[in-house]
């Protein structure tokens, strides 16, 4: 095996596990989006009096675990780019 398809072959496998990353990083994101979800809806029966204040936390960190989970995939295009 020569140099060239040594580099090919690695080049291969950074761009199989980059692609691997993206997607664990789209399950790690929707499962927490999913238990955010849940839990601020059994927060919100539980007191429904306190739902905006159950409301407004779990939309910002919604958010956070979506900035996570873009970042994460920006990475992993650069990785397959380059």
Do not use: C, H, W, Y
């Amino acid at each position: 095996m020569t140099l060239q398809e040594t580099t090919q072959a690695g080049m291969d496998l950074a761009k199989f596990g980059a692609g691997i990353g993206a997607g664990i990083v789209a399950v790690g994101a929707g499962l927490g989006i999913s238990r955010i979800g849940a839990s601020a809806n059994d927060g919100i029966a539980r007191q429904p009096e306190a739902a905006d204040n159950i409301r407004g936390g779990s939309v910002i960190l919604a958010a956070l675990i979506e900035g996570v989970a873009l970042f994460a995939v920006v990475i992993t295009l650069l990785i397959v780019l380059k």
